[in-house]
């Protein structure tokens, strides 16, 4: 039998050593949560597993009165609290070596010609070759003047032989408009191919694996499609509620900050058609076809709901409320559960609805993107033997226990053909002795090989927006407070509602 062409294959691959080679890193906004809980760890496992170069720099650049050893402190505590791989001295020490702090404001010129001084040392010293990547790490409203600072010192322009590139973290905008200019300020100053827009969730194993099991496979993608596919529920539940980040949080709300971003990546790659080649070009071409295809619902305020956590009881702790959380204004407007329904207008999902919902003090962290088939269409049992049997479902586990349920009917054991729902179960810490990285850990590492597959580009946020835009505006008409859930339940019962319109129910993960 022939063999047929393998598009998973990336004819790249022999050329590009998955070692970064000589580089570094400057963090603006190092000071953050995100940077201490997920970055530092990153870097520091990367550096462990030798995947970065030996001269390899960290820059941290913040408004703290640090030196390098306080810098190099605030780095080791954050590593030996959040990494994911075994602290090792020698690893550690040679890494530290690489470390630089620049204290400054953004606004301040001396601070940026400051940062241009030392890299420049680090890139005779350590040879990091003229290569930096800016890591944003900060709120868009500081994009344009750091943006401006870079290009002013210089430091965004180099020699043939170098790259500078910038890495961006979300939200990109607040909505279309104000992506659009963000966009349009990043550009002007970094060329599209060395702009890294990070969306964490496409640097997860489980995520990548979507495309494996698609393509790689032929057992699916026969089923693919509306013949068979009743409808797609895409789900991202947390536990935890806003925490710390009131002041990120409130007024941007569960669709601006999930939805719009992870949730709809998500959707791309479960609807995408196969690209012509694993490469950054085709895949990110496959995926905006699909934004470009979704279409929202006419009847807006039934096709989505949204919510507000109330107090009460998780993990056996009692848990405020969301309008009591420190920093968050008591009447706040701010959803922190919201559910819609979309549908993909292609040839291969006519009529088949997606249904995305996320939610904060949901009843426990799960995300999964669960298909769901069409029933049989003729039973030749007795109604009595199959009322226990579901509907068939392809579920991919993303997190917290990784894997890919089957779920379907089997006959139960004994004298009746009683025919009962059953899950079969491919789990990643059974079938594989590697551990998966972190997705900082394969995001950061690309950003330095140059590889951009994995990250959104522009006119994908672009296409998110627009979807969500005309939601966040119906929501906005009505002025209404979100439906309130108590904490660790499964959300509003708006959303129940708005599954029970279209004769569905939502899992229980
Ligand atoms: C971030 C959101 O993008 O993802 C957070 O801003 C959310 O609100 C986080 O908590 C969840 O990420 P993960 O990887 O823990 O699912």
Not at 121 to 142: Q, W
Not at 423 to 440: L, V
């Amino acid at each position: 039998m022939p063999v047929t062409k393998n598009p998973l294959r990336d004819p790249r691959d022999k050329r590009l050593p998955r070692i970064a080679g000589p580089s570094g890193i400057v963090i603006f906004g190092v000071t953050g949560d995100l940077s201490r809980k997920k970055l530092m760890p990153a870097i520091y496992d990367l550096a462990n597993r030798g995947l970065l170069p030996p001269g390899f720099s960290l820059v941290g650049f913040a408004r703290r009165d640090w030196d390098h050893e306080d810098f190099a402190a605030i780095v080791h505590d954050a590593v030996k609290k959040y990494a994911r791989t075994p602290f090792s001295e020698p690893v550690w020490r040679h890494l530290a070596e690489g470390f630089r702090f620049v204290q400054g404001t953004f606004d301040d010129d001396e601070a940026f010609d400051n940062l241009k001084a030392t890299l420049a040392e680090l890139d005779a010293k350590r040879g990091t070759g003229g290569n930096h990547a800016f890591y944003f790490s900060i709120p868009p409203g500081a994009f344009p003047v750091v943006c401006n600072q870079l290009n002013r010192s210089g430091l965004s322009q180099h020699s043939p032989d170098e790259w500078r590139r910038v890495v961006i973290e979300k939200p990109f905008g607040h909505d279309l408009k104000s992506a659009r200019e963000l966009n349009a300020v990043v550009n002007s100053v970094f060329p599209t191919e060395s702009v890294f827009r990070i969306d964490h969730y496409l640097g997860k194993e489980t995520v990548q694996n979507l495309l494996a099991l698609r393509f790689a496979n032929q057992l699916y993608e026969p089923i693919w499609n509306s013949h068979y596919v009743d409808h797609v529920q895409i789900t991202m539940a947390e536990d935890i509620g806003v925490g710390g980040r009131a002041g990120y949080y409130d007024g941007i709300g569960a669709a601006r900050d999930v939805i719009q971003n992870h949730l709809l990546q998500l959707l791309a790659l479960t609807a995408m058609e196969e690209p012509r080649a694993f490469d950054p070009v085709s895949i990110r071409a496959e995926k905006a076809k699909i934004l470009a295809s979704v279409q929202l619902p006419k009847d807006l305020l039934a096709a989505t709901a949204r919510g507000q956590y109330a107090g009460g009881w998780q993990g056996g702790e009692k848990v405020l409320g969301y309008l009591e959380e420190d920093g968050i204004a008591p009447d706040s407007t701010t959803e922190t559960y919201a559910a819609i329904k979309v549908l993909v207008e292609t040839r291969r999902w006519a009529g088949v609805p997606f249904y995305l919902r996320h939610g904060k003090r949901l009843g426990r962290r799960v995300t999964e993107i669960a298909v769901v088939f069409k029933r049989a269409p003729y039973l030749p049992f007795s109604s009595n033997d199959t009322e226990e049997l579901g509907a068939n479902a392809l579920v991919i586990r993303v997190q917290p226990d990784e894997g890919i349920t089957i779920r379907f009917g089997s006959k139960v054991p004994g004298p009746s053909m009683e025919v009962r729902d059953v899950n079969m179960d491919f789990s990643y810490g059974q079938s594989f002795t590697e551990a998966s990285p972190e997705a900082y850990e394969r995001l950061i590492l690309d950003v330095l090989l140059g590889e951009p597959s994995l990250f959104p580009q522009d006119e994908e946020v672009e296409l998110s927006w627009k979807i969500l835009d005309p939601i966040e505006k119906a929501w906005a008409r009505t002025k209404k407070q979100p439906e309130q859930y108590p904490a660790g339940t499964w959300g509003p019962p708006s959303a129940d509602a708005m599954m029970a319109r279209d004769g569905r129910v939502w899992r229980r993960p």
